[in-house]
């Protein structure tokens, strides 16, 4: 048996078989061909590598898991041979000139676009996502990429060296049982999309990794932060004990989902989620958040060869606001730069991509792009309670600039006779150039929201992602908690709302802090609102 220790990053068991994760750099550039026919064949050896895996795969799993489990892979095959899908590829090709792996992204995210503008329909979302997921297959035997996670009728533990944020996200999370990884740390993004999915994960684990382990039983105790495999029959038995009532537990705490998070003595906060996509705002909405107080719109530009269109935009602001109905819901502006990277904003190789052309700094750096967001939010805000928060600012001129390009794209689209409406207008404090001039920033905006995990970064000037720093970082540094205070001071003279959204936010020994501190609202990952809610109606 091998047991090593790693940092918990959601808490909870799993039990189950190790599966290990292979990076595969797949990037989809939009590079044009003289040599269309060139192109056409290679799509159509694609096309038949990729029907006889189907093939291969749906008979595996008709073995493995059962007929109705393989029909996934019969379905798969019938869009494979939709002739309005090849018609689409052809015209790429062939009249547009693409390269045949684009080609198929452009077939496939257009088939997918139409399904998912019907996108409340379930099974019309499942569609959108088939049509993906062939498409991406397809590609993969362009360019001769090994598959990953071919067949897994059976969830299992993923165990990799590291994960990005994107390839997190590109992950069928359906079939995980539980994330460990050997780097990360736990205030990294993608340990916050970890922590979203509710999957008990590890992370920064001193363990070896090595082919050998694929097919081990392992128990990953995200309780304990552990991992052991190949656990004697004893070690199985108590922790599917303790797995069984930490879920009963998990279970009880279901009571506080229709409840208002109130202290004893009547002190009522917002309890609010951070999401990074529709799918998360449901969640969100079914385990009782307020609010979204942190909608990290940036996920919809990761995974893919080109922007998300203003209508694309539009569609998925607007879902999130009428989902949420009277509820607030806060987005904020594209936070790119730093871990999370896409190749088509083209930016360059930087020393320090935290501190570079990140975030609001792309935004004015890049205003045509960034004025794409902006008119797709004004357009959806007309549906709902929005709040625009604009992240990494460090300056007052910087909020005027936003304020201007705001202006500029109200006019056009009123120009349009578009319908607007007035979302309040936000900032994150994350900078400790921020917090110094909250002051003057609080006479601009209409709230504040703390961003306390880039806010301890800059400030301990250690970086988040970094698991060595793990010993030297301190969360509750009176550096970190003094600039939060001045903060807080600052809304509260200018009137204005202020909350936290940082990983701190869920941390119960500084819940009683906060509130006696004087801010409005909390917003933490849905798997952490319940027991929240059940720490803030159980204080004084
Ligand atoms: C933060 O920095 O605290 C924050 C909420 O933003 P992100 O984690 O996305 O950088
Ligand atoms: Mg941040």
Known sequence: MITAKGNTVQPGIAIGTIRMYHKTDLQILPDKTKDTSAEWKKYLQGKKEAAAQLKKMEKLAVQKAGREESMIFGAHQMILSDPHFEEIVKEKIKEEHFNAAY???????????????????????????????????????????????????????LLADDLTPSETIGLHTDKILSFVTVGGSTDSHTAILARSFG?????????????????KTAIVDALNGTIMIDPTEEQLQKMTAQKASYEKQQEELKDFAGRETTTKSGRTIRLSANVGSLTGVRKALANGA??????????????????????????????????????????????????????????????????????IRLGLDRPEAFMVQLRALYRASAF???????????????????????????????????????????????????AVISDQLAKQVDFFSIGTNDLTQFTLAMDRKNPELSGFRNEHHTAVLRLIEMTVQSAKEARIPVGICGELAADPSLTEYFINLGIDELSVSTPGLLSLRKRICSLE
Not at 132 to 150: F, L, Q, Y
Not at 397 to 426: N, Q, S, Y
């Open 290 to 359: 307020e609010g979204i107080g942190l909608f990290r719109s940036e996920f919809l530009y990761l995974n893919r060869p080109v922007a998300p269109t203003e209508e694309e935009q539009f569609t998925v602001y607007k879902t999130a606001v009428t989902l949420m109905k009277d509820k607030d819901v806060i987005i904020r502006t594209l936070d790119i730069g730093a871990d999370k990277k896409v190749d088509y904003l083209q930016t360059s190789e930087e020393e320090n991509p935290a501190m570079g052309l990140r975030a």
């Open 199 to 215: 999957i008990p994960t590890l992370v920064n684990t001193e363990m070896e990794l090595s082919d050998d382990l694929n097919g």
């Open 384 to 434: 709902g309670k929005m709040g625009i928060m604009f992240p990494m600012i460090t300056s007052t001129e910087e909020v005027d600039r936003i304020f201007h390009l705001m202006d500029t794209v109200k006019k056009e689209l009123v120009a349009e006779g578009r319908e607007i409406g007035e979302p309040k207008v936000g900032i994150m404090i994350e900078t400790p150039a921020a």
């Open 103 to 157: 080609a198929v992204y452009l077939a496939g995210e257009a088939m997918a676009g139409d399904l998912a503008a019907i996108e409340e329909d379930p099974y019309m979302k499942d569609r959108a996502v088939d049509f993906r997921d062939v498409s991406m297959r397809v590609i993969r035997r362009i360019r001769h990429v090994k598959e990953e996670m071919e067949i897994s009728s059976k969830p299992v533990i």
